[in-house]
T-cell receptor, first 116, second 115 residues
Framework: AQSVAQPEDQVNVAEGNPLTVKCTYS??????LFWYVQYPNRGLQFLLK??????LVKGSYGFEAEFNKSQTSFHLKKPSALVSDSALYFC??????????????FGTGTLLAVQP | KAGVTQTPRYLIKTRGQQVTLSCSPI?????VSWYQQTPGQGLQFLFE???????NKGNFPGRFSGRQFSNSRSEMNVSTLELGDSALYLC??????????????FGPGTRLLVL
């Protein structure tokens, strides 16, 4: 079965420090991977995605993610955290078994808390 | 370009009632998907519509249904509401095909509370 795992329910980081939010995936074949962010009482906001090509993907608001096929990981990173980055982050993989579909399978989410 | 819009934003219903939620995708987007978000189950896929046809369905009871209109707008309906249906219902739209890594763009959601 396809799945993504976010092993940390919460990540705490001080403002100005680098941050990493972890994601590992389990799919057969080449994955399409996504990161979304959710602020309180809001929908999901797209950050970045990996389709193919360069393993380092750059996205919105200074975020980037590194695709690592050997470790089946797609960790989200940012060199310098801001208090405004505090939010709930979701990793997702596109369903590869459903034929032509945009269905996403989400991880459980990681709450990022950036302290001033 | 306007984003995905969902109406209503908040809804309170009682058990046994039915509810209809609406979603207007980004202009030009032909695929609309619905997700349910709850604290216990997280984000779960409900169904996806493309060109007025349901092309994928999640593992939800038949009380959950949806449809898509010729202008790509979509509605979902939940009949005989249960307390456990209280959730944030998110709609997402994307351009089309679903054969690659198209980005889905989400609306703000409809928060449903069932009393």
């Amino acid at each position: 079965a396809q799945s993504v795992a976010q092993p940390e329910d919460q990540v705490n980081v001080a403002e100005g420090n680098p941050l990493t939010v972890k994601c590992t995936y389990s799919v057969s074949g080449n994955p399409y991977l996504f990161w979304y962010v959710q602020y309180p009482n809001r929908g999901l906001q797209f950050l970045l995605k990996y389709i193919t090509g360069d393993n380092l993907v750059k996205g919105s608001y200074g975020f980037e993610a590194e695709f690592n096929k050997s470790q089946t990981s797609f960790h989200l990173k940012k060199p310098s955290a801001l208090v405004s980055d505090s939010a709930l982050y979701f990793c997702a993989v596109r369903d590869l078994y459903g034929g032509a579909t945009n269905k996403l399978i989400f991880g459980t989410g990681t709450l990022l808390a950036v302290q001033p | 370009k306007a984003g995905v819009t969902q109406t209503p934003r908040y809804l309170i219903k009682t058990r046994g009632q039915q509810v209809t939620l609406s979603c207007s995708p980004i202009s030009g987007h032909r695929s609309v998907s619905w997700y349910q978000q709850t604290p216990g189950q997280g984000l779960q896929f409900l169904f996806e519509y493309f060109s007025e046809t349901q092309r994928n369905k999640g593992n939800f009871p038949g009380r959950f249904s949806g449809r898509q209109f010729s202008n790509s707008r979509s509605e979902m309906n939940v009949s005989t509401l249960e307390l456990g249906d209280s959730a944030l219902y998110l709609c997402a739209s994307s351009l089309a095909s679903g054969t690659g890594g198209e980005t889905q763009y989400f609306g703000p959601g409809t928060r449903l509370l069932v009393l």
